[in-house]
C-alpha cells in the first residue's frame, strides 16, 4: 500500500494532458493559508518547484496572493507608494515614463519572470534607437524603484534591474554668465514687468518655482529678512501652489539694499491684498511658461548670450565661490541639501580662475625660489661661509657666527675645556634657535681647516730654518678641542626635536 503524505509535504500528480501538477498549503502575503499549485513538463520539475515553495514557506516568506504582470504591478506601485509619498512632480515623471515606455516594452511580463536579459535587451532596444544615455538611465531607475518595493513585498526574490549595465552618462558642461553679462542682462530688464523677478533671481540664486512662489508674508521689511516657505509649479496641467523642494530649500535670506528697494516698488505695483508678489492682474500665479518666455526675449532683444532659467543658478553659485564665500554658506544660500551638489554640480570654473590661481602658484613658487638664492649667494660670498672638507656643504650664518665666537674664545682660553665646555652649553640652552648637531660639524671643519695651517706653516719654516720645528708643540693649544666629542648635556633638546 502506498504512503499517503503528511499534512503540510504538497502532493505530485499526472495531469490528463500528460504534465505534471504539484500542490501545497503555504501562508500567502494576505495572512492566510492558502493551497498553491505549480506545473511542469516533469515530475522532477514540479519536485523543484514545490520544494523552493515549501522552504520559502518555512522560513517565513510569504507566498505572493496574486499572479502579478509588471504592468498591473507598476499600476499598483504608482497609485499605492508613489502618489501619497513623493513630490507631484516625481509622480508625473513616473507615470509618464511607465505609461510611454515601461508597459509597451516589457509590461506584459509576469513579475517572478522578469530577468535580467529580458530587462538588458529592452533598454538596449532603446539605446539604439536614439534614445540619450540619461532617458534610458532614468528608465532604468524607475524599474529598480519599483522592483526594490516589489522585493520588499515579498513578490521577487531579487531586483533584476539593478543587475543591469548601462553606458557612463557625463553631464554636459554648464557655461554660466560672467560679472559682465549677468549685469548687462538686468540693464537690459529693467523695463520688463517682471525686472524684479529677475533681480531675485540673479541676486539670491533662486529656483524659478521659488521666485513666483513669494508670498508678501514671506517678506519681513521689518527684519530685512526674505523668506523661502512655498514655489508654484505646474502639475498634471493645473498649477499648483505647494512647499519648497526639500527640507534645506526653506530658509531665510538677508534681504539686500537693492533687492529692498526693488521690493517695495513691486510693493507699489502689486499690492499686499495679493498674497502673491509677482502675480498676473487678476491675481493668478504667473505661468512658469512665461516667465522662461520673457526671461529668453530680454536675452534675444538685447544680443545677450542665452542660457536657461535654472542656470541663473550656476551663475550665483560660481560668483559665490569666485568671491571667496566659504561652500557652506553658499549651501545654504541656494538651499541644496548636499555641499557637494554645491560644489559639483553648480560652481564652475573658467579660464580666468584657473589663470589666477596659477598665477598665484607660479608666484608663491618663484618668490621661493628667489629667497633661496638670495640666501645661497649670501653664505657664498660671505668671508663667514664655512664648508667641509670637500667645500661642498654649507652652514647657516648663524652657526658660522656662532663658531667664530667660539674660536675667538679658544684663542684667550687655551686649553680650559671644562670653562669652554659649560660656556658652550650654556649658550645652546639660551638661544634656542641652534642645533647642536650643525655646530658640531662646523667646529670640526673649522678644527681640521687650523691644524691644516698650523701644519703648513710648520712645514713652510722647516724648509726655510735649520732648527726643526715641534708639530706637536706647535698643535698643544690646539689639543683639547681637536676631537672634542660634543655630549649633549641631559635634559637639552635641540628646537627640531621640540
Not at 495572512?31 to 518547484?49: D, I, L, M, P, Q
Amino acid at each position: 500500500m502506498a504512503r499517503r503524505n503528511s499534512n503540510g509535504e504538497g502532493t505530485i500528480y499526472r495531469r490528463k494532458d500528460g504534465r505534471y501538477e504539484g500542490a501545497v498549503y503555504v501562508l500567502m502575503t494576505s495572512g492566510a493559508r492558502k493551497r498553491v499549485r505549480v506545473y511542469g513538463a516533469t515530475r522532477a520539475e514540479v519536485h523543484a518547484k514545490l520544494t523552493e515553495a515549501k522552504a520559502k514557506n518555512d522560513q517565513g516568506i510569504p507566498a505572493a496572493t496574486k499572479s502579478w504582470r509588471l504592468s498591473d504591478y507598476l499600476d499598483y506601485w504608482l497609485t499605492e507608494v508613489v502618489k501619497p509619498n513623493l513630490r507631484p512632480t516625481t509622480y508625473e515623471r513616473y507615470e509618464t515614463a511607465v505609461r510611454l515606455y515601461l508597459k509597451p516594452g516589457i509590461g506584459g511580463q509576469a513579475l517572478t519572470r522578469l530577468t535580467v536579459p529580458i530587462v538588458q535587451t529592452f533598454l538596449n532596444h532603446h539605446l539604439t534607437s536614439g534614445m540619450s544615455v540619461r532617458s534610458v538611465q532614468i528608465l532604468r531607475e524607475i524599474l529598480r524603484s519599483a522592483l526594490t518595493r516589489a522585493h520588499e513585498e515579498e513578490l521577487v526574490s531579487r531586483n533584476v534591474a539593478r543587475l543591469v549595465k548601462l553606458p557612463k552618462w557625463e553631464r554636459d558642461d554648464v557655461h554660466p554668465w560672467t560679472v559682465k553679462e549677468a549685469k548687462a542682462f538686468l540693464k537690459a530688464a529693467r523695463s520688463d514687468p517682471l525686472y524684479p523677478a529677475f533681480v531675485l533671481l540673479i541676486y539670491y540664486g533662486l529656483r524659478r518655482g521659488e521666485v513666483l512662489g513669494l508670498r508678501w508674508s514671506d517678506i519681513d521689511f521689518e527684519n530685512s529678512i526674505i523668506r523661502i516657505r512655498q514655489q508654484v509649479q505646474r502639475v498634471g496641467g493645473v498649477l499648483l501652489q505647494g512647499p519648497v523642494k526639500t527640507r534645506a530649500g526653506r530658509r531665510d535670506l538677508p534681504m539686500l539694499k537693492f533687492s529692498r528697494q526693488v521690493l517695495i516698488a513691486q510693493q507699489q505695483v502689486r499690492s499686499e491684498s495679493n498674497s502673491l508678489v509677482f502675480a498676473t492682474r487678476n491675481g493668478q500665479p504667473i505661468e512658469p511658461r512665461n516667465f522662461v518666455r520673457s526671461f529668453q526675449r530680454v536675452c534675444e532683444a538685447h544680443d545677450i548670450r542665452r542660457i536657461t532659467v535654472h542656470q541663473v543658478r550656476h551663475t550665483t553659485a560660481t560668483l559665490l565661490k569666485d568671491l571667496g564665500v566659504p561652500a557652506r554658506d553658499a549651501q545654504s544660500v541656494l538651499g541644496h541639501s548636499d555641499i557637494a551638489v554645491t560644489q559639483r554640480i553648480y560652481q564652475h570654473t573658467d579660464m580666468t580662475g584657473r589663470r589666477k590661481a596659477l598665477t598665484q602658484v607660479e608666484t608663491a613658487l618663484r618668490a621661493t625660489a628667489a629667497g633661496n638664492v638670495t640666501t645661497q649667494t649670501e653664505a657664498s660670498g660671505s668671508s663667514k661661509a664655512v664648508a667641509d672638507g670637500n667645500g661642498s656643504r654649507q652652514f647657516s650664518r648663524q652657526t658660522v657666527d656662532f663658531v667664530d665666537r667660539i674660536s675667538s674664545i679658544l684663542s684667550g682660553r687655551g686649553s680650559r675645556t671644562r670653562t669652554y665646555d659649560t660656556w658652550f652649553w650654556s649658550s645652546i640652552e639660551t638661544r634656542g634657535d641652534f642645533h647642536a648637531t650643525e655646530v658640531k660639524k662646523a667646529m670640526q671643519v673649522r678644527t681640521r681647516q687650523w691644524v691644516v695651517g698650523i701644519v703648513a706653516v710648520s712645514a713652510a719654516v722647516k724648509n726655510t730654518q735649520a732648527n726643526d720645528v715641534d708639530l706637536v708643540t706647535e698643535c698643544e693649544p690646539m689639543r683639547p678641542y681637536a676631537g672634542l666629542a660634543f655630549k649633549e648635556p641631559k635634559g637639552l633638546h635641540s628646537p627640531r626635536s621640540r
